[in-house]
């Protein structure tokens, strides 16, 4: 049995905009508006989210917190979903759905597994060593803000390539793969 009056307590220590709120049947924290870290840069306490979201009717926000893991987050995010800037080595925890996802800055994810099911937009920093076929989910892929210019960047040709297959899945994946290796981003062609 969930202790919801700690909870509240602690949610209340970590995170700001807390609007209405409910426990769902599994004691998650469902909550009805905005969730955002209130302390950005300072990592919470160690390094993962101290109770289990449910449904966050609103954006999300835990960029810049030191998370180690995504699990405990929402299942469900009716906004965006702000996870930049964690130290996270896959996505398993993420919500199988928000309506975009931004996750800049990720540098030690070694695998995009936990990617939500249903994305419309997903805006990522590129790195040579990942794999990034399972963001094919989304509908729409964009590079992160850092990684716009210049135009002879690595990263433009890489997400150029995602773009042409991005919604398709693993249907797209096959193709998607062949053309990122020829392109030279063997280590990107993996799922």
Same mark, same amino acid.
């Given at each position: ?34 969730? &955002? @870290? ?5 990592? &919470? ?25 995504? $699990? ?31 996750? $800049? ?11 939500? $099911? ?19 989910? @989304? ?15 690595? =990263?433009?040709?890489?997400?150029? &390539?995602?773009?042409?297959? @991005? ?5 797209? =994946?096959? @193709?998607? =793969?062949? $053309?990122?290796?020829? =392109? ?8």
């Amino acid at each position: 049995m969930v202790d919801q009056q700690l909870v509240i307590a602690q949610f209340r220590t970590w995170f700001d905009a807390f609007q209405d709120y409910d426990f769902d049947p599994q004691g998650r924290l469902n909550v009805y508006g905005t969730v &955002i @870290a209130k302390h950005p840069h300072r990592h &919470i306490h160690n390094n993962r989210l101290p109770f289990r979201f449910g449904r966050v009717e609103g954006d999300f926000n835990v960029s810049y917190c030191g998370l180690n893991t995504f $699990e405990g987050m929402p299942y469900y995010v009716k906004h965006t979903c702000w996870i930049s800037h964690n130290s996270a080595t896959t996505l398993v925890g993420l919500p199988n759905h928000c309506n975009s996802l931004v996750m $800049e800055g990720l540098s030690e994810l070694a695998s995009f597994e936990g990617f939500p $099911e249903q994305v419309d937009l997903c805006r990522f920093t590129w790195y040579p060593q990942q794999p990034l076929l399972r963001l094919l989910q @989304a509908k729409r892929i964009q590079l992160g803000i850092t990684q716009m210019t210049p135009a002879d960047n690595p =990263a433009r040709k890489v997400v150029d &390539i995602l773009k042409n297959y @991005a919604g398709q899945g693993q249907k797209g =994946a096959l @193709a998607c =793969a062949a $053309e990122l290796a020829k =392109a030279g981003f063997k280590d990107n062609a993996r799922w």
